[in-house]
């Protein structure tokens, strides 16, 4: 049976520098301030959708390994809670490649754009982890409002419960999309 994976991922922002729902940049970033990835979710499904194996891994940033206030409030990512149970990009990077291995790999926004970008700022040059974004599909074939197009309230367009306090938590959202395709019937192939 052919597998599915799931993947979203948090990243370090500051207030202001994030996109909206409705994806308008709100102010450009500064030179310093790096998408670096501080938290892989990911979910393994069958093509019934059900759930199989799932991984949330806490990753260490290099250029600001101190969390501002703004992203740890977005996240619910502690600084202690990084120190504890983070690794580094590279050590993540092998975990979520064996984890992806013989799957497809979705995610809905830019995580595959941030997952080369992360790549690039740890010089690791392997990029056979293929991530589609399907973004654009749920919006278009299965008509979802770009005002719910965003991970952490998708689900809410088809009546699911909002659960605030886990917005934005990678493996909450990945979770979130999933109940998604398992409702609008998402074509997986």
Not at 132 to 151: A, Q, V
């Amino acid at each position: 049976m052919k597998k599915y994976v799931i993947l979203d991922l948090e990243w370090t922002s500051w207030k202001g520098n994030h996109r909206d729902g409705d994806c308008i940049l709100l102010q450009k970033r500064k030179d310093w301030q790096k998408k670096e990835i501080i938290q892989i979710g990911a979910i393994k499904f069958d093509e019934n959708y059900k759930i199989v194996d799932s991984l949330n891994i806490y990753v260490k940033p290099i250029f600001n390994p101190i969390l501002g206030d703004y992203i740890k409030k977005l996240t619910g990512i502690s600084q202690e809670k990084l120190e504890k149970k983070g690794t580094t990009f590279a050590k993540s990077y092998k975990i979520i490649k064996k984890f992806c291995k013989n799957t497809k790999v979705f995610s809905n926004g830019d995580d595959g754009l941030v997952m080369k970008i992360n790549l690039n700022y740890n010089r690791i040059k392997d990029k056979k982890l293929k991530i589609k974004n399907i973004k654009k599909i749920l919006n278009k074939k299965y008509k979802i409002p770009n005002k719910f197009l965003p991970s952490p309230i998708i689900h809410t367009f088809f009546g699911y419960k909002l659960e605030k306090s886990e917005m934005h938590s990678a493996i909450h959202d990945s979770h979130n999309v999933l109940k998604v395709l398992k409702k609008t019937k998402f074509s997986l192939v």
